[in-house]
């Protein structure tokens, strides 16, 4: 995950709406199903995803009254730590 996507996808969200970033992730997540796609398409596929969940995920905190700066710093710190266990 790249925070500064995360940051500039969240700013989306907030200047249009998140419906466009679940759409996204909907169509990317059809195409995965494409046999033919080679692994490494797939990995950027996959870490696109990853950015727009992401950035769902720090949008939610932003409207439940965070900072967006901290609501970034946050999630990274949840991402980061769930990666050690």
């Known amino acids: 995950m790249k925070l500064p996507i995360i940051k ?9 709406d998140q419906d ?11 195409l ?5 796609l080679k692994d490494e398409e797939l990995d ?3 870490e696109i995803i990853s ?7 720090v949008d939610k905190m932003v409207k439940e009254g965070m900072p967006q700066k901290e ?4 999630f990274m710190k949840r991402v980061l730590g769930s990666i050690d266990k």
């Open 8 to 16: 500039h996808l969240t700013n989306f969200i907030e200047e249009n």
């Open 20 to 30: 466009y970033v679940i759409e996204t992730i909907e169509t990317l997540e059809a």
């Open 32 to 36: 995965t199903e494409v046999p033919s």
């Open 44 to 46: 950027v596929i996959g």
């Open 51 to 57: 950015n727009l969940y992401g950035a769902l995920e």
């Open 71 to 74: 609501a970034l710093n946050t």
